[in-house]
T-cell receptor, first 118, second 109 residues
Framework: GAVVSQHPSWVICKSGTSVKIECRSL??????MFWYRQFPKQSLMLMAT?????????EQGVEKDKFLINHASLTLSTLTVTSAHPEDSSFYIC??????????????FGPGTRLTVL | TQLLEQSPQFLSIQEGENLTVYCNSS?????LQWYRQEPGEGPVLLVT?????EVKKLKRLTFQFGDARKDSSLHITAAQPGDTGLYLC?????????FGAGTTVTVRA
């Protein structure tokens, strides 16, 4: 159980274009999902918390107009990198927490999406 | 924000040797998670520790949660090349997780 998928696994795009990444919880419903960014040999940096049916909560320094998040259903969150530039090239990972009221804060991660902006 | 410090940052050992990774904080955590991540993949949850002083074993991996719930350690016995990866500790409140900087472990055959 607790499987999270991401699509695509990798994408190459031209500078100025927009890219959409999907994150799905396959065997549970997730009212909250998380989007992280990871640079080579570094830890995960939380970008935003995606809330089903409401606006995402962005971490300090993350441009909400640049990284659009939509959590339209209990199993799907999308991250759109708008007007991508080479500096947006990175490994983007989503996670979701299965509903377990009062339980430990365990998150399950997708396999990640490697974005390369030319 | 609750900060987690991991040490060492890098660890390279020979197959069969033991290793320990540490995760420390000045904050108290209700739980701590350990993840392992391989290149090009997402982190995989290894274990969650909840109770102060708790020790959990997962085959050759032993996880310990400090009595005060501010620190944790991961010990690998007789490491194998398959243990190679980035080990991350994480802890947090109700929903957001704070991650340590990670420990890159390389086990040479």
């Amino acid at each position: 159980g607790a499987v999270v998928s991401q699509h695509p696994s990798w994408v190459i795009c031209k500078s100025g274009t927009s890219v959409k990444i999907e994150c799905r919880s396959l065997d549970f419903q997730a009212t909250t999902m998380f989007w992280y960014r990871q640079f080579p040999k570094q830890s995960l940096m939380l970008m935003a918390t995606s809330n089903e049916g409401s606006k995402a909560t962005y971490e300090q320094g993350v441009e909400k107009d640049k990284f659009l998040i939509n959590h339209a259903s209990l199993t799907l969150s999308t991250l759109t990198v708008t007007s991508a530039h080479p500096e947006d090239s990175s490994f983007y990972i989503c996670s979701a927490r299965p509903p377990q009221a009062g339980g430990p804060n365990e998150q399950f991660f997708g396999p990640g999406t490697r974005l390369t902006v030319l | 924000t609750q900060l987690l410090e991991q040490s060492p940052q890098f660890l390279s050992i020979q197959e069969g040797e033991n290793l320990t990774v540490y995760c420390n904080s000045s904050s108290v955590f209700s739980s701590l998670q350990w993840y392992r991540q391989e290149p090009g993949e997402g982190p995989v949850l290894l274990v969650t520790v909840v109770t102060g002083g708790e020790v959990k074993k997962l085959k050759r991996l032993t996880f310990q949660f400090g009595d005060a719930r501010k620190d944790s350690s991961l010990h690998i016995t007789a490491a194998q090349p398959g243990d190679t990866g980035l080990y991350l500790c994480a802890g947090g409140g109700d929903y957001k997780l704070s991650f340590g900087a990670g420990t890159t472990v390389t086990v040479r055959a």
